[in-house]
């Protein structure tokens, strides 16, 4: 599961390669602190940790993380790095504020506080998203839109989404505000079109909270379908606005695929996607396996996960809304014979309900996709003990330039 709780907005000039020398454009250092790294906000945004590293560095210390904690139980395998990390962040949060002065800014929250520091480009998200960002924070004075004030909890605007499709170039907008009347929305959305007519689609979400959740629960589409389609692995998915789908899909497809070739399946396989989400992973398990279950809390992605097997022409796959552990716990009391179990659990690894349900169930192989190696390894030690052995384990660089590590390993009953 992608780290993506906070919006990244950061960049970086590698010593292996100039981002301009490639055609990308860069961020000049404006003596702040951040010489060396190419982004004049490297000390105040967060987001971006390995900035003052070459590629090759931060790539060598994110395989060393992973062997500290994983090369007592296998081999580890050399991470796969992107060609070319940059520009890599296909979904884009910015945040919209008041400057010192009062004036609309936009751009992410400083690190560890609610101030607001303005960005207008960034060096890992994707360009046409900071492009349209931009158009968004020059319309506001023509159209009248104020921005929201957290101290006063004044303002219309709180934050803009952007989603774009890595391989269909579907592009979609969502306009996060305060309340639910917009005045003049259908000709602010006719205007931002006119600039990007590359928006398929335009959504009005309203978040009246007073956390730090981007997204309410109300959304209004005010132009298109109100979701973008991309393809991965081959196969077609929807994404919604508040679906889970990874932030990087180049890096992505080369995940998912090691998952597959790890699980080994067959036509008589019967396989459980746990913590499916929108049923990435079991899709691509399906065209190969015989059976697969897709298993989620989310009411939502359960919607979508269905939606994007019916597109997909696959038949063999159903989804079931449950709790994984709970369903894992009934299946094994059941009776129940599964071959391959595929996990791809949060930050926080997966509870020990849910490892012990998944040792009583017993399959075969246990496939574990995860964003956080210090809980895949304590997840790995708990199997280990109900009679699982750990192969290969594949550390993925999803996310350059930051802290985030994906790795995915596979586990086999012992006999």
């Known amino acids: 599961m992608a780290a993506d709780k906070k919006p990244y907005r950061q960049g970086t000039d590698r010593k292996m390669g100039n981002p301009k020398e490639q055609g990308k454009g860069t961020v000049k250092d404006k003596g702040n602190g951040a010489a060396g790294t190419g982004c004049v906000h490297f000390k105040k945004c967060g987001g971006c940790k390995y900035l003052h590293m070459s590629y090759e560095q931060q790539l060598a210390l994110k395989r060393k993380q992973v062997r500290e904690l994983l090369e007592k139980h296998g081999k580890v395998k050399p991470i796969i790095g992107m060609e070319n990390p940059y520009f890599y962040r296909h979904k884009v949060h910015a945040v919209f504020g008041l400057d010192g002065q009062k004036k609309p800014v936009s751009g992410v929250y400083e690190e560890k506080s609610h101030v607001v520091l303005p960005v207008q480009s960034c060096l890992i998200e994707d360009k046409k998203a900071d492009a349209i960002v931009a158009t968004i924070r020059s319309m506001l004075k023509s159209f009248r839109i104020k921005v929201y004030d957290e101290d006063s909890g004044y303002g219309l605007l709180r934050y803009v989404l952007i989603r774009k499709g890595c391989f269909t170039g579907q592009i979609m907008v969502v306009l996060v505000t305060a309340d639910p009347v917009f005045p003049s929305k259908r000709n602010f959305v006719d205007a931002l079109r006119k600039v990007h007519p590359e928006i398929t689609t335009v959504v009005q979400n ?29 196969c077609r998915f929807k994404i919604s606005p508040a679906s889970f789908f990874q932030v990087n899909p180049i890096q992505a497809q080369k995940l998912y695929e090691k998952a597959i070739a790890l699980a080994q399946l067959t036509p008589k396989d019967t396989v459980v996607d746990a913590y499916c989400g929108t049923g990435t992973i079991g899709l691509l398990a399906a065209k190969e396996a015989g059976k697969v279950i897709g298993v989620e809390e989310n009411p939502d992605a359960v919607r979508d996960a269905i939606f994007n097997a ?106």
């Open 206 to 234: 309203v978040n009246t909270r007073t956390d730090s959740m981007i997204l309410g629960d109300r959304y209004q589409v005010l132009y298109g379908k109100g979701y973008i389609e991309d393809v991965l692995c081959g």
């Open 310 to 415: 019916k597109q997909n022409g696959l038949k063999n796959i159903r989804f079931c809304r449950a709790d994984a552990g709970e369903f894992l716990r009934d299946c094994a009391q059941d009776g129940a014979s599964v071959d391959v179990l595929f996990m791809d659990p949060p930050r926080a690894g997966s509870s020990v309900a849910f490892l012990d349900a998944a040792a009583q169930l017993g399959p075969r192989r246990i496939v574990y996709v995860s964003c956080n190696p210090a809980t895949l390894e304590r997840d790995v030690c708990v199997l280990e003990k109900a009679g699982y052995r750990m192969g290969e384990v594949h550390p993925v660089d999803l996310f350059p330039w930051t802290e985030g590590i994906e790795a995915v390993c596979c586990l086999s009953r012992i006999k």
